[in-house]
């Protein structure tokens, strides 16, 4: 009988590992989670008339699957972009839309969701015309050419400087048109450490960049030579 009663115990015992065993086996195993896309977050909303773009600044942008409305009007992201800003170009529709000084909305939605903010607009929205081409010392020096030997309000022809600036990485003259109400900036830059610059004519010409120091200084003692000639009212300047 105890030989008997002890094998009895040895096979309850194989058993119970054995159902033990099966009931882990069979335990169902939660599915991998995929990781959440991270919500839109726009920092700051800036309209570039001289290239003709709504500019947005933030992070989470993902321009692979951004869209976004302004004052109702659908756009889509330039394939410059990048995640922590988006480049939208004028539209037509857009022109339509934004027609005057006023605050309007902006929304922006990617696979993360979307993000909604009021931008205030201080003038009507224009597609650029096509710029002139380049000039051979200084790419700006056509649109500046055009500009000053134009009359207000296309231009600031016999227009007195109302101030300038100099230093050796940056120059800008100014023009105001006091009667009129209408104000240009020309300016030119250069970073010695990253070896570029720009110029442009603010706000109704390109920015174009500047391939070397030698372009900078070009446009630089084009802008000199302007205060030469003309003069300059010694204001504080207002860009």
Same mark, same amino acid.
């Given at each position: ?24 086996? &069979? ?37 692979? /699957? ?24 004028? /539209? ?31 003038? &009507? ?21 055009? &500009? ?23 120059? /800008? ?44 200084? &070009? ?21």
């Amino acid at each position: 009988m105890n030989r008997i009663s002890g094998k009895w115990r040895f096979v309850s015992f194989v058993v119970a590992i054995i159902v033990c065993g099966s009931a882990l086996a &069979a335990k169902p195993q939660k599915p991998p989670q995929e990781p959440a896309v991270a919500a839109p977050n726009v920092f700051a909303v800036k309209i570039d008339y001289a290239n003709g773009r709504v500019i947005l600044q933030g992070e989470n942008l993902e321009p692979d /699957t951004a869209t976004a409305t302004f004052a109702g009007v659908v756009l889509a992201p330039d394939p410059g972009s990048s995640a922590t800003e988006l480049l939208f170009p004028f /539209t037509a529709e857009l022109e339509l839309a934004v027609d005057e000084m006023g605050n309007y909305v902006l929304t922006v939605t990617t696979d993360g969701g979307s993000f909604t903010v009021t931008a205030f607009v201080p003038l &009507a929205l224009q597609v650029p015309p096509e710029p002139p081409p380049a000039g051979p010392d200084c790419p700006c020096s056509t649109e500046w050419d055009i &500009a000053s030997t134009t009359a207000s309000p296309d231009g600031f022809a016999g227009l007195i400087p109302y101030c300038s600036e100099d230093s050796t990485d940056w120059v /800008t003259v100014q023009f105001f048109d006091v009667p009129a109400n209408n104000y240009w900036v020309m300016w030119t830059g250069w970073d010695s450490g990253s070896g570029s610059g720009y110029c442009e004519l603010y706000i109704d010409g390109p920015n174009r960049p500047l391939d070397s120091e030698t372009q900078f200084n &070009a446009c630089a003692d084009y802008l000199r030579n302007l205060v030469a000639d003309r003069g300059d009212q010694d204001n504080m300047c207002l860009f």
